[in-house]
């Protein structure tokens, strides 16, 4: 595996050493080892598994409140996304800035994504299927987000009109928010 930092601290992109022959292709897909070897002490309790049909589904942006913040690693097996996170962790240099990336089933990257972010993604492919784990499991009472289309964020989606769920399409601006999170 190659771990490539971010500027945003703690937020990593992990490429999986891929073996392939006529057959098809092995990978790690996680190594509890390397992440504890390159400081990302994290003990993953679930994992989550979505699919999208369309180009353009857009879902976030996501995240938990404490006591039940998630640290998450994504990555996608089928089609491709735009990745997009959201540093909401007062103190951070990157505060309030969103970092991107396409993560696909042929480029096998994955992103380490740490406590207090926002998350979400669209779809580029017809199909997607998009996988995450997770450090806490989910708790409905700490669900929050942030819209997708906030101006104060200015992130670069693909899609101009995306697919929302009724609940995406509700989520507060960010000066609504307050963010609990400290870097």
Same mark, same amino acid.
């Given at each position: 595996m190659n771990l490539i930092e971010t500027e945003f601290p703690g937020l990593v992109v992990i490429e999986p050493k891929v073996f392939r022959d006529e057959r098809g292709?092995?990978?790690?897909?996680?190594?509890r080892p390397f992440f504890l070897e390159n400081g990302l002490p994290v003990d993953f309790v679930q994992d989550n598994h979505a699919y999208s049909?369309?180009?353009?589904?857009?879902?976030?942006l996501h995240f938990q409140l404490p006591p039940?913040?998630?640290?998450?690693?994504?990555?996608? !097996?089928?089609g491709a996304v735009n990745d997009v996170v959201v540093d909401l962790r007062k103190g951070s240099p990157t505060y309030l800035k969103a970092y991107q990336i396409e993560l696909s089933a042929e480029n096998f990257r994955?992103?380490?994504?740490?406590?207090?972010?926002?998350?979400?993604?669209? !779809?580029?492919t017809e199909e997607s299927e998009f996988m995450?784990?997770?450090d806490a499991g989910y708790a409905p009472r700490s669900e929050a987000g942030i819209r997708w289309d906030d101006p104060d964020l200015a992130i670069e989606w693909k899609a101009k009109n995306p697919v929302l769920s009724e609940?995406?399409?509700k989520l507060k601006s960010l000066s609504q928010f307050d963010s609990p999170f400290e870097f």
């Open positions: 292709f092995f990978l790690e897909s996680f190594n049909r369309g180009i353009g589904v857009l879902r976030g039940n913040a998630q640290a998450k690693l994504v990555w996608v !097996t089928r994955r992103l380490f994504i740490p406590k207090g972010f926002a998350h979400g993604y669209e !779809t580029l995450y784990k997770v609940k995406d399409n």
